[in-house]
């Protein structure tokens, strides 16, 4: 059985930064595509940043140049580093994992099986 938990999230001023963690059970980090999706109320779910089997990563353009997605194999862990938050950021950050080795540049929602119940990230102006 899989399982995805996510932490780190939390109330911050622009400007900040943040560090999500999604530990997980019954999966390889090294095995498939993992990333982050975020949901703010009201709107729909929206890719943030990803990571293939083989490392490689891709971002959404709205957080390039201010999150960075890496795994700890050792600890089957996923992270999300985001700096510089803006209050647009302010969202629930939820981790996916698939079975599919390779991201792409823009995977769907459909190409992951498995999801954390999500952390909450609000950031103030």
């Known amino acids: 059985q899989v399982e995805l938990v996510e932490s780190g999230g939390g109330s911050v001023q622009a400007g900040g930064s943040l560090r999500l963690s999604c530990a997980a059970s019954?999966?390889?980090?090294?095995?498939?595509?993992m990333g982050w999706f975020r949901q703010a109320p009201g709107k729909e779910r929206e890719r943030v940043a990803f990571?293939?089997?083989?490392?490689?990563?891709t971002y959404a353009d709205s957080v390039k140049d201010r999150f960075t997605i890496s795994k700890d194999n050792a600890k089957n862990t996923l992270y999300l580093q985001m700096n510089s938050l803006k209050p647009e950021d302010t969202a629930m950050y939820y981790c996916?994992?698939?079975?599919?080795?390779?991201?792409?540049?823009?995977?769907?929602?459909?190409?992951?099986?498995?999801w954390g119940q999500g952390t909450q990230v609000t950031v103030s102006s």
């Open positions: 996916a994992a698939g079975t599919i080795l390779f991201c792409g540049r823009t995977p769907s929602l459909y190409d992951f099986t498995y």
């Open positions: 990571a293939s089997a083989d490392a490689s990563t």
């Open positions: 019954g999966y390889i980090l090294s095995a498939g595509c």
